[in-house]
């Protein structure tokens, strides 16, 4: 069972998640810590898995990758051995950003991102071509609205 997050816990994981690049030194100074007790929690929140890594995160018009695609994946096999073969098959297609087992009638969510339609019809044809698919329906992103990477923490229901 994972440790229950206090209140400094919760407030470094919603500053990181805005900016991972401060120092510990600012990051501390924000959460009313000493340095030293604040970079100790951050690599303990690391060790622990609730802090899965720090990146930075890019504008895909900004890398010629202009269309998303919402990719509803329908299979006629629901095995542990297809599924094994699809998610790891899936998973490396680069273009693949995002990959979910579905309940309800989409066994399969993926997001992908490519530069333009040709880009998304050779992944459609590799897509078909790697795994026995029943049915597959593309939905395309017309416009970016919200788009984060930041959770939210809920309070601590003791605070």
């Not at 030293?36 to 990758?65: F, N, S, Y």
């Not at 051995?81 to 995002?98: D, G, H, I, K, N």
């Not at 959770?151 to 003791?158: C, G, L």
Request: proline share 7%.
């Amino acid at each position: 069972m994972a440790r229950r997050l206090d209140r400094i816990d919760r407030r470094i994981l919603s500053i990181l998640q805005t900016d991972s690049t401060l120092s510990v030194a600012e990051l501390a100074k924000r959460v009313h810590l000493s340095p030293t007790p604040c970079w100790k929690r951050v690599q303990r929140l690391e060790a622990e898995g609730v802090i899965q890594g720090k990146v930075a995160i890019l504008d895909p018009h900004a890398l010629g990758l202009g269309l998303t695609v919402f990719v509803a994946v329908e299979t006629a096999d629901h095995s542990a051995a297809w599924l094994q073969r699809f998610a790891e098959t899936v998973s490396a297609m680069p273009e693949v950003m995002e990959l979910y087992r579905m309940a309800g009638e989409t066994d399969y969510l993926l997001r992908i991102v490519v530069p333009d339609m040709p880009a998304y019809d050779a992944f459609y044809k590799r897509l078909i071509a790697a795994m026995p698919l029943k049915n597959v329906t593309s939905s395309f992103a017309m416009e970016r609205i919200k788009s984060t990477t930041a959770y939210p923490i809920p309070p601590d229901p003791e605070d």
